[in-house]
């Protein structure tokens, strides 16, 4: 009764802000995303009888707090489909990439622990159920499970808010170069307060249309179109962030020096845009001929890391890498 899950943050190209349900993590409105490999969040979960209490352990340290409850609220509702419900369990979980910075380490965190709950629990659930559990810790895990590019609907209910893949002839072509700047942030409370800021309907208004244009690029490989569109709305979430009531700014002075450089590159005639989530660390969706070139470049930046990462699959077992 033990099994070990491997999961891959998502990049969001289209991102959700704000939740209608903040209990069940029902966003405003649709958003997608794509996964990033060799980063990775490793899950080892058994059931254990003979322990007292559930013990949850996530870089050698226990868990305790908010974070905890969101990882309870997941293995809890895998538990609820099992005859498992009052079992403790051990659960120990690993990244290989910084967390807590803007590269989506809740989205593979929470998709790892479902993946990995379910399977030490013989739950016999397929990847679609398994967002829609992943989601109840993190709205960008149920991408995570989905793997590749993903979207995941608004929904009204467990049913109807479930990620699914979306393919694209862009997979093998992308590269994402990350530019990994260590300001350390939070994100739950920009997306409480989202729906406060004299910006966020003009974001609505506007993102139907951004994730139109981005399925259709998707499906047709417009590389082009869809990380112009991804750029942009970084900067649409980043104006709704930084105008609601705390006035949220997550940037830092090396993202800002990343984003010049990044447009330099592309008026010199390299694929090149900038993204970022809720974080100061950058990523630049580039090509496979042209990421070392832009590599290089940012290693020149007062930045702290950069990698370049592929299109990662969807989260799933993976015995070999257990962690007890």
Request: charged residues 25%; aromatic residues 6%.
């Amino acid at each position: 009764m033990k099994a070990t899950a491997v999961a891959h943050p998502i990049q969001g190209l289209v991102k959700y802000h704000g939740m209608r349900d903040h209990e069940r993590r029902f966003p405003y409105h649709d958003s997608i995303s794509v996964c990033t490999a060799p980063s990775r969040t490793v899950t080892t979960v058994a059931f254990d009888p003979d322990l007292d209490a559930d013990q949850l352990v996530v870089e050698g340290s226990q868990l305790e707090g908010s974070d905890a409850d969101r990882v309870c609220k997941v293995i809890d509702a895998v538990r609820d489909q099992t005859d498992l419900a009052e079992t403790p369990i051990r659960f120990e979980s690993e990244s290989n990439f910084p967390t807590n910075v803007g590269l989506g380490s809740s989205s593979s965190g929470m998709a790892a622990a479902a993946v990995a709950t379910a399977g030490a629990a013989d739950a016999g659930l397929d990847l679609a159920e398994l967002s829609g559990i992943a989601r109840l810790g993190s709205a960008s895990a149920a991408r995570s499970v989905t793997g590749g590019f993903s979207v995941l609907p608004g929904g009204d209910d467990d049913v109807t808010c479930r990620s699914y893949r979306l393919e694209s002839p862009l997979e093998d072509e992308l590269r994402i170069v990350a530019a990994v700047v260590e300001a350390y942030k939070e994100t739950g409370d920009a997306h409480r307060e989202a729906p406060l800021s004299h910006m966020f309907d003009a974001r609505l208004a506007h993102v139907h249309d951004q994730l139109a244009a981005v399925r259709r690029g998707l499906r047709a490989g417009d590389f082009e179109l869809v990380f112009e569109r991804a750029e942009a709305d970084s900067l649409s979430l980043a104006a709704t962030t930084m105008t609601g009531p705390d006035g949220w700014i997550y940037w830092q002075p090396a993202t800002l020096s990343i984003f010049e450089r990044v447009r330099e590159l592309r008026d010199s005639g390299i694929p090149a845009y900038f993204s970022t989530d809720t974080g100061a660390t950058v990523y630049v969706n580039t090509t496979e001929a042209a990421s070392e070139t832009v590599a290089d470049e940012l290693r020149e930046l007062p930045v702290d890391d950069v990698q370049i990462w592929e299109v990662g699959p969807p989260a799933h077992l993976d015995d070999d890498r257990e962690l007890f």
